[in-house]
C-alpha cells in the first residue's frame, strides 16, 4: 500500500512537471484568474494547456469515478496529488460550483444517465453551474422558498424569482430548488432541478456587492420550460439533495484562503512594520493579535486535516461541515481585519496600479460575505447545537 | 502521519478511560482534599498505575517500560483531566522520564527507568525560580566541588517535590541570570544536606512545593547530560510535558463541556429546559469548535514528539490553544451552572481550578503565543 502510494507519487510528480506550465505555478493574482470554465470562457493559452492536462487526467475531479470524467482515485492518492501540486505551488486547472456543489450531490442522487450527461462536461470545464437557492423571502429559513414548479405532462413550467445567485449571469446551466408541492410541510413539497440559462424565460439582474465586483444578481423565471427528465433524485424530496450539497458548499467555503493566506501575515507585518533587536514585531499589541489569529488558523488547517483523516478510517461526528463553515469563515474575516490593520493606509487604496486596483479592500469587504453565503454563522451555530449537541428546540 | 488515533492508542484510550473512571474519579480528588492528605494523591493508586504500564509509559521495553511513546502518554493525561485524578503522572512518567531518556548515561538510565516504571521512583522538576514561566531565568548556582558541584538557590512550583525522591535541579554553572547557555541538570536527592522541601497546597488540591538548596553537595555522577548544555534538554523536558497539560486541559475541557450540556438538558426555567435558549446554545456551539480544534492541535503535538524532530512550534500552538479553551469552557461550565456552579459541593468548579493550575505551568496563552510568534518568524 505504502509502497504502491510511493510509484504513484513519482508518476504524478512527474506528470506535474512535465505539464504544468510556470505561468500557472504561482499564486492567484486577482478574481481574474480563476479559472471557472464554462461555454463563454477565455482561457489564457497556459490556462487551458494545464486544464486539458489535468482533464486528461481527470485530476480535475480527482477522486470521481472514471466513467464520469474524474481520475478515479482513493483518498489517499488524491492526498498525494494535492500534496504534489502544492509542492510546485500549482493553481487549481479548475473551479467551480459544479465540481463543489452539484457534482458530489448528483453522484449521490443522480441516475446513472444524468451523471453521464452532466459530469464530464464539468469535469472538463465546459459547463459552469450556478446555485439557485435563495429568494428574497427565503434566506436563513431557505425551505419556505416559493419559486414553483407547475407539472405540465412532459415537462415542468418554472416561475418566480432567486436572489444573490452567483455568476447567474455568466453561468450556463442552474441547479435549482422549486416548489412542486404546495399543500405539504415547507420541507416536504421542494423538489431539485437543473436547467440551462439559455432556456427561455430566464433572466438575471447582476447586484453590486460592497467590494464594487458585482459577482451575484437576482434571477428570474418567467413560464420557463423544463423537461421531466432533469429532475434529479425523488419528487418533493428535493430538500435531502439540497442539504447534503450545503454540506459540501460549506465545507468548500470554510477551507477558502485560511490555507492560502495561512501563515503568512505575521511575516508579511515583520516586514512592513519592523522589529526590535530580538527579531519581535515592533507593534505590540498588534502582533499579539496576529499570533492568536495564526494560532486558531493553525489548529483550524489541523482540524480540516484530521477530519478528512478521520472520515477515511470511518471515525468523526456528523455536522462538522457546519463546524467547519463557521469557524473557518470567521477566521478569515479575523485575518482579513489584521491584513487591513498591518497595511494601514496603504490598505484603503482603492484604484490604480500600485493597489492592484485595490486587491486589499476588496478581499477585505469580500470576505465579509463568507459567514453569510452558504448558510450565515448563526445557523451553522443552530445547526451544531442542534445535530451534535442535540439541545432542546426554543 | 495521519491525524487519527491507530487502533493500539485507541485501545490505550479506552483502556485509561475505564481505570481512571473507577478507581480515581473527582470524588477522589474531593476525599484526599477533604482529608488534607499529606502525599496528596493514593500511592496504592499510582502501583496499580504502574500495573497497568502508565509509569513506564515512556520508558523503553528494555529499560522495564512499555515504551509507548507521547501520544499514547497523552491519552492518559487526557483520561487524568476528565477524571481530575491526583498522580505523579506528569512529574514522574513524563518529566522525569523525558529528562532520563533524553539526557541519561547509560548507568542514569539503568539505575532510574526500571524503578519510574514500577511506580518505585518519584521525580520532580526543579526548574522554575520565577512566579510567571520564564525557565532561562535561573539564578541557582552550581559551584565546582570535590568531584562535583555544591548547589545553591531556591526553586518555586516544583510539583510534587514534597513526595520526590529525586528531584532534577536546574542550575546555572555559567552566563548571566537569563542566558540558555551555562545551564546545567542536576540529580539530586530530596533528603540530601542542605535541602528544604516547602509543601504548597495549590487552588487545584495539588500540591507544589519550594526547595531551597543550601550549598548541596553532588556527586560529578549526578549530572544528567553535558555540563552547560542543559538547555535543549530541559526544552524537551518542558515541551513533553507542555503536550501532555494539553492534553489533560482537552480532557478537562471536554469533560466539563459535556456535564454543562447535560445540565443544559435537565435544568428548566421559564417553564422550558434552558438549553432551548439561543444564547446559551450558541456558546455552547462555538466552545464544541473550540475544544475540537484543541483536540487537533494536541493530537499534533504528541505526533511531533514522537517523531523526535523539533516539535516546539506544534508544542506551542497545543499549550498555548489548550490554555486558551480551559479557561474558556471552565468559566462557561460555572456561569451556564447559575448559581449551584458557585457551590463547593457541585464537582464543576473543581474543573476550573485544575484548567486554571495545568494554564498556569510551564507557560500560559500569552507565554505560548509569544513564543510561537517568535518561532515563525516574527
Ligand atoms: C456573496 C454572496 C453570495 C451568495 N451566493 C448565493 C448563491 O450563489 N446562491 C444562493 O442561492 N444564495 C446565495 N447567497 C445567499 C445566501 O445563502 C443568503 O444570503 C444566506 O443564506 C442568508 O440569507 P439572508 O441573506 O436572507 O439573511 P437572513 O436569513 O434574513 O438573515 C439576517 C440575519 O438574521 C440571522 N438569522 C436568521 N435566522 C436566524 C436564526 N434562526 N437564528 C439566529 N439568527 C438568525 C442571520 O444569521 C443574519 O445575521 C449568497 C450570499 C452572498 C452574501
Ligand atoms: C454568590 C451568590 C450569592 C447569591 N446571593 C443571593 C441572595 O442574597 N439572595 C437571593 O435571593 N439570591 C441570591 N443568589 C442567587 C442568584 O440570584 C441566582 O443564582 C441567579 O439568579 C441565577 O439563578 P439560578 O442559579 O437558578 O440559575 P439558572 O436560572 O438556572 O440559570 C442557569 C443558566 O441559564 C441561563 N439562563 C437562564 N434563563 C435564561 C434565559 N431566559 N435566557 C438565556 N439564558 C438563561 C443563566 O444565565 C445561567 O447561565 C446568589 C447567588 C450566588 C452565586
Not at chain 1, 228 to 243: C, F, M, T
Not at chain 2, 66 to 88: D, F, K, M
Not at chain 2, 282 to 288: E, G, K, N, S, V
Amino acid at each position: 500500500m505504502a509502497e504502491s502510494l510511493d510509484a504513484f507519487r513519482s508518476e504524478v510528480r512527474a506528470y506535474l512537471e512535465a505539464n504544468c506550465p510556470p505561468e500557472m505555478r504561482q499564486p492567484f493574482q486577482s478574481e481574474d484568474d480563476a479559472p471557472w470554465g464554462g461555454r463563454n470562457f477565455k482561457w489564457s493559452a497556459p490556462q487551458k494547456a494545464w486544464l486539458d492536462a489535468m482533464a486528461a487526467k481527470g485530476w480535475t475531479v480527482p477522486t470521481w469515478p472514471t466513467e464520469y470524467g474524474g481520475g478515479g482515485l482513493s483518498k489517499d492518492e488524491a492526498k498525494v496529488l494535492a500534496e504534489e501540486m502544492r509542492r510546485i505551488k500549482a493553481r487549481p486547472p479548475l473551479q467551480s460550483f459544479g465540481i463543489w456543489m452539484l457534482g458530489p450531490a448528483l453522484l449521490k442522487y443522480g441516475s446513472h444517465e444524468q451523471k453521464l450527461e452532466y459530469l464530464p462536461p464539468i469535469a472538463r470545464g465546459e459547463i459552469r453551474w450556478c446555485q439557485g437557492y435563495s429568494e428574497p423571502g427565503a434566506g436563513s429559513d431557505l425551505a419556505s422558498l416559493k419559486t414553483r414548479a407547475d407539472d405540465h405532462g412532459d415537462h415542468w413550467v418554472i416561475n418566480g424569482s432567486k436572489v444573490w445567485t452567483s455568476y447567474a449571469d455568466q453561468a450556463d446551466w442552474i441547479f435549482c430548488l422549486v416548489r412542486t408541492d404546495f399543500s405539504a410541510t415547507k420541507h416536504n413539497g421542494i423538489s431539485f432541478v437543473l436547467f440551462d440559462m439559455a432556456s427561455p424565460g430566464v433572466s438575471t439582474k447582476p447586484i453590486k456587492l460592497i467590494s464594487g465586483y458585482s459577482p451575484f444578481c437576482e434571477t428570474f423565471f418567467d413560464n420557463v420550460k423544463v423537461p421531466k427528465s432533469q429532475l434529479v433524485g425523488e419528487l418533493n424530496r428535493g430538500w435531502d439533495i439540497a442539504k447534503y450539497l450545503l454540506t459540501h458548499e460549506r465545507e468548500m467555503i470554510g477551507a477558502m484562503d485560511t490555507g492560502g493566506s495561512g501563515p503568512g501575515l505575521g511575516q508579511l507585518a515583520g516586514k512592513l512594520i519592523g522589529a526590535d533587536a530580538d527579531g519581535r514585531m515592533n507593534d505590540p499589541i498588534l502582533r499579539g493579535d496576529i499570533v492568536r489569529a495564526d494560532m486558531d488558523g493553525l489548529a483550524f488547517m489541523l482540524t480540516m486535516e484530521r477530519v478528512k483523516d478521520e472520515a477515511k478510517a470511518g471515525q468523526g461526528v456528523g455536522a462538522l461541515s457546519s463546524m467547519l463553515k463557521y469557524y473557518g469563515t470567521e477566521l478569515n474575516k479575523r485575518r482579513q481585519e489584521l491584513f487591513m490593520s498591518v497595511r494601514g493606509s496603504d490598505g484603503l487604496m482603492w484604484e490604480g496600479e500600485e493597489s492592484r486596483n485595490g486587491a486589499q479592500p476588496r478581499n477585505w469587504l469580500r470576505s465579509r460575505a463568507n459567514s453569510i453565503e452558504g448558510g450565515t454563522s448563526e445557523v451553522q451555530l443552530n445547526i451544531i447545537a442542534k445535530r451534535v449537541l442535540e439541545l432542546p428546540g426554543a | 502521519m495521519a491525524l487519527v488515533l491507530t487502533d493500539e492508542q485507541a485501545m490505550i484510550r479506552d483502556s485509561a478511560d475505564g481505570f481512571f473512571a473507577e478507581k480515581a474519579p473527582v470524588s477522589e480528588l474531593r476525599r484526599l482534599r477533604d482529608a488534607r492528605d499529606e502525599v496528596g494523591f493514593s500511592r496504592e493508586l499510582w502501583k496499580a498505575m504502574a500495573e497497568m504500564g502508565f509509569a513506564g509509559i515512556l520508558v523503553p521495553e528494555d529499560q522495564g517500560g512499555v515504551g509507548l511513546g507521547y501520544v499514547a502518554a497523552g491519552l492518559v493525561q487526557e483520561a487524568i483531566g476528565r477524571n481530575l485524578t491526583l498522580s505523579p503522572m506528569l512529574s514522574t512518567a513524563v518529566l522525569g522520564a523525558t529528562a532520563i531518556i533524553a539526557a541519561g548515561t547509560g548507568e542514569q538510565k539503568a539505575a532510574l527507568l526500571p524503578r519510574i516504571a514500577a511506580g518505585d521512583l518519584l521525580l520532580a522538576l526543579a526548574a522554575e525560580e520565577k512566579s510567571r514561566h520564564t525557565p532561562n531565568q535561573v539564578e541557582t548556582r552550581a559551584e565546582p566541588s570535590g568531584n562535583g558541584f555544591r548547589l545553591t538557590g531556591r526553586k518555586s512550583f516544583v510539583l510534587d517535590g514534597h513526595v520526590a525522591d529525586k528531584l532534577i535541579v536546574v542550575a546555572r554553572t555559567d552566563g548571566e541570570a537569563d542566558d540558555t547557555k551555562g545551564l546545567t541538570l542536576f540529580l539530586v536527592d530530596r533528603d540530601a544536606a542542605g535541602v528544604t522541601v516547602d509543601r504548597t497546597v495549590m487552588v487545584d488540591s495539588r500540591n507544589a512545593a519550594r526547595v531551597t538548596l543550601d550549598g548541596v553537595q553532588v556527586d560529578g555522577a549526578d549530572v544528567l547530560g553535558e555540563v552547560g548544555g542543559g538547555w535543549p534538554v530541559l526544552e524537551r523536558v518542558l515541551d513533553a510535558g507542555r503536550a501532555c497539560l494539553a492534553a489533560e486541559m482537552l480532557g478537562l475541557s471536554g469533560e466539563s463541556f459535556r456535564q454543562t450540556v447535560d445540565y443544559l438538558k435537565q435544568r428548566e426555567q421559564f417553564g422550558v429546559k434552558i438549553g432551548s435558549f439561543q444564547a446559551l446554545q450558541h456558546r455552547a456551539a462555538h466552545l464544541f469548535c473550540e475544544i475540537e480544534l484543541v483536540r487537533s492541535a494536541t493530537l499534533r503535538a504528541l505526533q511531533a514528539l514522537d517523531e523526535g524532530g523539533n516539535a516546539a512550534l506544534f508544542v506551542s500552538l497545543a499549550k498555548g490553544k489548550a490554555s486558551e479553551v480551559a479557561k474558556l469552557a471552565t468559566n462557561e461550565a460555572v456561569q451556564m451552572h447559575g448559581g449551584i456552579g458557585m457551590t463547593d459541593e457541585f464537582d464543576i468548579g473543581f474543573f476550573m481550578k485544575r484548567a486554571r493550575a495545568a494554564m498556569e505551568t510551564f507557560g500560559d496563552g500569552a507565554f505560548h503565543s509569544d513564543r510561537m510568534a517568535r518561532l515563525m518568524g516574527y
